[in-house]
């Protein structure tokens, strides 16, 4: 109902003509303005988009899914899909996200480069890169550009798949926080990305740790202070 509410909320501004909300499938008929005329589009309403494949719905009834969160890119190019939190903006989360050893090369070789990442993210997220063994260490910050997800074959694996996203560099750090200092942490060590010896697919939520870390990263890199203070632990969302 959230996302209904919403949606009518900017319907006007996307040109859209409400007919009828039911709740049958499609859960809406609408008329969009494109050129001189009107285009009937079918629209259903889904928290999340992943939720249209589990409810099982005919992707040939719909035109449009409206949606909170777009976490689903395999869906069929010709459903458009309206991700809300683009038009009402969300505060950002905190990921730590790893690379493997056969990946530092091409980390270091690019300020901005697709990367696998959860399909939770959102522009303006910030990600903590960490060097897998034998580094072991968070080395860079990197934000998230387009959280538009694509599905693709890792490099780093010869079976699976995974969701790529843009990400962009925001800095190298002075001083690296190492997994030795977070696990001396009284906090952090109780962490699920700790405990789990920051193995994770697609990134570790770590926003509820973040007030820590942020404390690590600031204190070690003056350099960087007045760029950290835009990510305070005040501003983030869990």
Known sequence: MGVVFLFAAIAKKLQFRIEKIRAAYPDCIAYRHVGNSEKRVRIEFEFRSSSFKIHGHDPSQCDCIVCWHHDCPTLPRRIEVIELKRFFGVPFKIWIQTALRNQWEYLDAHNRMEWALSTRVTDGDLLLMYRCYPQCKITDLFRVTDSRLRPGKPGW?????????????ICRLESPVFL???????????????????????????????????????????KHRQLLRKYAPDKLSL
Not at 183 to 212: C, K
Request: charged share 25%.
């Open 157 to 169: 694996k010869k079976e699976g798949k995974a969701n790529f996203g843009w990400i962009q560099r």
């Open 180 to 222: 030795s200092d977070m696990r001396n942490n009284n906090v952090l060590r109780t962490a699920p990305f700790i405990r789990s010896n920051m193995q994770g697919r697609g990134g570790l939520l770590a926003s509820e740790y973040w007030p820590y870390l942020y404390e690590m990263l600031h204190n070690r890199n003056p």
